[in-house]
């Protein structure tokens, strides 16, 4: 069984950096898309960025310009760097990916989460 670990959160001014990293473990053939998703409380999950096992990236217009998503394919590890994070930025980000498994076909696997809280 594939799963995701996160790290990196915590608690930052704003302005701040902060760097998530997200571990992929168990029996993968490949990992496809990997995908940075946050949740504010009361609020529904957004996609924040996105980067493709070709190093392709896409971003939500709100943080394209200070976020940064990076993959290491031979660890199966895929990174968050933020900057000049925002109070409203503080939720839970999770990471997501498309995983083809040997033992279990096409799956697509959430990490558990990891709090960012941004202090003004």
């Known amino acids: 069984q594939v799963q995701l670990v996160e790290s990196g959160g915590g608690l930052v001014q704003a302005g701040g950096s902060l760097r998530l990293s997200c571990a992929a473990s168990g029996i993968a053939f490949s990992i496809n898309t990997m995908t940075w998703y946050r949740q504010a409380p009361g609020k529904q999950r957004e996609l924040v960025a996105a980067i493709t096992n070709g190093g392709n990236t896409d971003y939500a217009d709100s943080v394209e310009g200070r976020f940064t998503i990076s993959r290491d394919n031979a660890k199966g590890r895929v990174y968050l760097q933020m900057n000049s994070l925002k109070p409203e930025e503080t939720a839970v980000y999770y990471c997501?990916?498309?995983?083809?498994?040997?033992?279990?076909?096409?799956?697509?696997?959430w990490g558990q989460g990891t709090q960012v809280t941004v202090s003004s």
């Open positions: 997501n990916a498309d995983v083809l498994s040997i033992t279990d076909g096409y799956l697509e696997v």
